[in-house]
């Protein structure tokens, strides 16, 4: 019996390039006695609308496209509870979060020769109240408005650099949040320029953490939380910090593990899920949904 086979494209992603391979996906996969069904993302009509329309034909999910496309067809997924399709992901992106943190291959088509040996990898994905879901990470504050805010026209022609070039003008000013934050059995408080709940050593491009301190299937996130430097040399501490990966000896970091964290702030703030925008809130409930997903890791084709 062939595997079915439903490919989503989005065709913006990365350098917009990827329409110019459907054919040799399609032949790639079809080589393999594999069923494939192709469909393009539009504004009107993204991953999560196609999953919903196809997922009753499909055994499994071949998503070429960025970290949001990604995003959108795991949170049908979720909502679905289609445990029995897998996923494999060819990430186009620009930045890739996800795909950084498993050590899979960026852009590289020739992948789909080999799918069928392909290895399982279990993964947690995070629920975000109870409506959304995020595979990498949920955050607020300085910096995670990057991604979104970035134009797709800069992405494309420069890259990771258009996100540094943003990042850096969003630390001109940099907003404080009054934040009570709520896991396992502890509370604390505190005024914050940063909040971030993931599952990933990569966010917005940054390197947040050793791949060797971070597993995905643990069932817990890591959260951290930047308090708002007294003094400018507080900042210079920060980065030193944040470029070796010791949050536990500045105090201006809040670290830890949880698989529930309720996060409430003073005001409504602005909060991203895998560097899209997911709403203005100022509450928020993240549980770790253990072992949801099962995604199919493809080693670099020849």
């Known amino acids: 019996m062939s595997i079915r086979v439903l490919v989503i494209i989005n065709p913006t992603s990365g350098k917009g390039n990827i329409t110019n391979h459907i054919d040799e996906i399609k032949k790639n996969l079809e080589d393999q006695n594999m069923q494939v069904n192709i469909q393009l993302t539009k504004k009107e009509y993204n991953a999560r609308n196609i999953v919903i329309d196809h997922i009753e034909e499909a055994d499994l999910i071949l998503i070429c496209g960025g970290d949001g496309t990604f995003n959108e067809t795991v949170s049908a997924i979720m909502e679905l509870e289609a445990k029995d399709v897998s996923i494999a992901y060819i990430p186009m992106g620009t930045t890739n979060d996800l795909a950084r943190s498993l050590d899979m291959p960026t852009k590289d088509i020739s992948i789909t020769n080999k799918l069928l040996q392909s290895k399982a990898r279990i993964l947690d994905i995070g629920r975000f109240n109870q409506d959304k879901y995020f595979c990498y990470v949920a955050a607020f504050g300085v910096i995670t408005d990057v991604a979104y805010k970035t134009s797709q026209k800069a992405k494309n022609k420069y890259g990771r650099l258009a996100y540094y070039l943003k990042a850096i003008k969003e630390l001109i000013r940099i907003p404080t949040y009054k934040v009570k934050i709520q896991f396992d059995e502890e509370e604390l408080e505190g005024e914050f320029i940063y909040g971030g709940i993931s599952n990933s050593e990569s966010i917005a491009g940054f390197k947040w953490f050793n791949r060797e301190d971070i597993d995905l299937a643990d069932g817990k996130f890591e959260a951290i939380f930047i308090r708002k430097p007294k003094k400018l040399s507080g900042y210079f501490r920060l980065l030193r910090d944040f470029r070796h990966k010791d949050y536990m ?49 493809c080693e670099k084709g020849n």
């Open 249 to 297: 000896v500045n105090r201006d970091f809040v670290y830890f593990k949880a698989n529930k964290i309720t996060v409430t702030t003073e005001k409504n703030v602005d909060w991203t899920i895998d560097g899209e925008f997911a709403g203005n809130m100022n509450v928020v409930n993240i549980k770790n949904c253990h072992k949801a997903i099962e995604l199919a890791i």
